[in-house]
């Protein structure tokens, strides 16, 4: 339940040939942490140039995120993306929402996000493939620094080579 599928050190990592090899049509993207810094209403362009590799390669693109809908819809609107906010993770609700607008089958979706607890286990919860990236950059409030303490015990190893 808390062990992702695949492994990578951040998103940029993830490569069409990788996700066309395991048969990945469609990804649906955690916000914080993983396209860019919690909070941060600007995407890094590391993250801007991957996400227009991935629609190059066909990739359906999606992001679900627990944020509210203040937070999630201006950033998924400079990005182009479609979103779910208030997505509920690790409850399935944010990734039904999201398989339904995608109009791909469960085994054709990944979930890219960095946190074990909710990313990981609702992907668990839902039956699709969980792509676990390292935080771009930890929190640094008290609820986020406890749950990041208990998280450490399933924390799979950082890959020493990106996985292609």
Known sequence: MF???YVFNDV???SPDFLKKNHIKG???DLDNTLTTHNNPVPPESSLKWLDKMRSAGISL???SN???DRVTPFAKKLGLDFV???AKPLP??????KKIMGL???EIAAVGDQIFTDVLGCSFMGIRSIFVFPIELETSLPFRFKRSIEKLFLPKRPKEVKR
């Open 62 to 64: 999606m992001i679900v």
């Open 85 to 87: 906010p208030n997505g």
């Open 93 to 98: 609700v944010g990734y039904i929402k999201a």
């Open 3 to 5: 062990k992702p599928t």
């Open 12 to 14: 940029t990592e993830i």
């Open 27 to 29: 990804l649906i993207l």
């Open 105 to 107: 089958k469960t085994a």
């Open 67 to 69: 944020n509210n809908t």
